[in-house]
């Protein structure tokens, strides 16, 4: 079995696809803020769009993390696959 020191770090991102990494929400969320003022060059359409995107952006990168580790699954999960491995 392996030591704490050996084992990585958890994170919650090490357990979600491609299109759920840090960087695909980013790129997603300014995409396609970006997109509605480009296109339409209004304000107030592009603060209509901006202000969901920017609570999904914020959930998933600031809150949703945070509650994964603070939840303990994640400890779990590691704990089970070390167990799988050996």
Request: charged share 15%.
């Amino acid at each position: 079995m392996k030591s704490i020191s050996e084992q990585k770090p958890v994170s919650p991102w090490n357990y979600k696809p491609w299109w759920c990494q840090p960087w695909s929400i980013l790129l997603t969320g300014t995409s396609l803020i970006s997109g509605s003022w480009f296109l339409l060059k209004t304000v107030w359409i592009t603060v209509l769009v901006a202000i969901p995107l920017l609570a999904w952006m914020g959930f998933f990168l600031l809150v949703w993390p945070r509650l994964m580790m603070d939840s303990g699954i994640l400890e779990k999960y590691q704990e089970s696959e070390i167990k799988g491995l050996d």
